[in-house]
């Protein structure tokens, strides 16, 4: 696994983070996402993947446990470690891709595998996060992610064509509520 250093927080700078995330409520990612924009973004993501060996998966956090708070871990940290536990890593090709969304922070991670991050520009995730990030503001999460995916998906049948009709589904399309 990664390492990666703990933030230098400055003790009211991480008291601000304690509360933020203590603060943040568990049915606010209902208001970014209904059951429906869910089901939407599962059936997206299974449709893409019967174009390329790639696997997609989605997360979204309120806040961070407590032990992450308490270390000072940061936000890439976190989604690497649910790009590890959801397996989207566990691929063939070293090609899985994880959108993680931490609310508490505002953060959006993408987390990509070996292969993915070698072949696709660091230009193209950065306009990814963007488009996430605006989706965000204009309160239309669930296009934004369905427009990320529709793109990720091109990028990647681009460079993993699905050669078998019955490859395996490692990962749950559906996104994953942590």
């Known amino acids: 696994m990664k390492h ?3 933030l230098n927080l400055t003790f009211f700078e991480h008291t601000n983070r304690l509360f933020r995330h203590w603060f943040t409520p568990s049915w606010r990612l209902k208001k970014l996402l209904s059951s429906h924009d869910l089901e939407t973004i599962a059936q997206l ?3 893409s993947e019967t174009h390329h060996t790639a696997e997609i998966a989605v997360a979204l ?9 308490r270390r000072q871990a940061c936000s890439r940290e976190r989604a690497w470690s649910i790009f590890s536990k959801m397996q989207v890593w566990d ?3 070293n090609n899985g891709v994880l959108l993680y969304f931490l609310l508490a922070e505002r953060r959006i991670e993408i ?6 991050a070698q072949i696709i520009d660091e230009a193209q995730w950065n306009a990814w996060l963007h488009i996430l990030y605006l989706a965000i503001q204009e309160k239309n999460l669930a296009n934004g992610i369905q427009t ?6 091109a990028q990647l049948t681009l460079y993993f064509p699905q050669t078998e009709q019955n490859q395996k589904n490692l ?7 942590i």
């Open 4 to 6: 990666f250093s703990p």
């Open 45 to 47: 993501i299974e449709a």
């Open 61 to 69: 956090e309120t806040r961070l446990p407590w032990s992450y708070l």
């Open 91 to 93: 691929t063939s090709d």
């Open 111 to 116: 987390v990509a595998d070996r292969a993915c």
């Open 148 to 153: 990320v995916i529709s793109e990720l998906s």
């Open 171 to 177: 990962v749950s399309n559906r996104p994953h509520i």
